[in-house]
């Protein structure tokens, strides 16, 4: 069991130095497609998917720029899942996300294996795994925030809003309350699973 608000001051610690870069990367990206890069007519002939998909190619390239001009920084690619590693310490991976952290997108198993947080030859295992998500805004047709999420299954244990201020990025808790005793969080994704399906 884990301490939900200690997971989350650990985790956005070690994002803490790439926050304003990782903010970019998405900001840049909404903006590039719904900027004059893509007319209207175009976006229009856009189901919500292919919008997150042009978005997350367009993130794709930017942070592979990151990368490039980030010391630690490194790009894991994993048979076409690939996520951010920072020093082996905090892995990310970008998404369109709900107000509460979720995505929606169907899922592969090695897809829902990163989000249960279960081990990857190729990632480094002491590595905590997260989503940076975008969310567009009520119109689908801007960005309305961005924000760190930590996945558990499927459910989001936490949330952290990231807020760039004259380039100075800072973060604030998003996650929605919870009820009865819920502070300490079972890890096990199949169990958790398990107990939703009743067994």
Not at 83 to 93: H, K, M, P, T
Request: aromatic content about 8%.
């Amino acid at each position: 069991m884990l301490d939900r608000e200690e997971d989350q001051n650990r985790a956005m610690a070690i994002a803490e130095p790439i926050l304003a870069g990782l903010h970019g990367v998405l900001s840049d990206s909404v903006s590039f497609y719904f900027g004059d890069a893509y007319t209207a007519a175009a976006r229009a002939d856009h189901t919500v998917r292919a919008v997150a998909n042009c978005i997350y190619s367009h993130a794709e390239k930017r942070v592979a720029t990151l990368a490039e001009a980030t010391e630690g920084l490194s790009i894991i690619d994993v048979r076409s899942l690939r996520v951010a590693n920072y020093r082996d310490q905090g892995l990310f991976r970008f998404k369109l996300v709900k107000p509460n952290g979720r995505h929606s997108n169907y899922q592969t198993k090695q897809q829902r294996n990163y989000d249960d947080q279960k081990s990857f030859p190729e990632f480094p295992e002491p590595a905590i795994r997260l989503t940076v998500g975008y969310e567009l805004d009520e119109a689908g047709a801007g960005l309305k925030g961005i924000m760190i999420a930590r996945p558990i299954g499927r459910s989001v244990l936490w949330t952290a809003q990231v807020i760039l201020d004259a380039g100075v990025a800072r973060w604030e808790n998003t996650t929605p309350a919870r009820f009865g005793s819920t502070e300490a969080i079972d890890f096990d994704a199949d169990r958790v699973r398990s107990r939703r399906r009743g067994g």
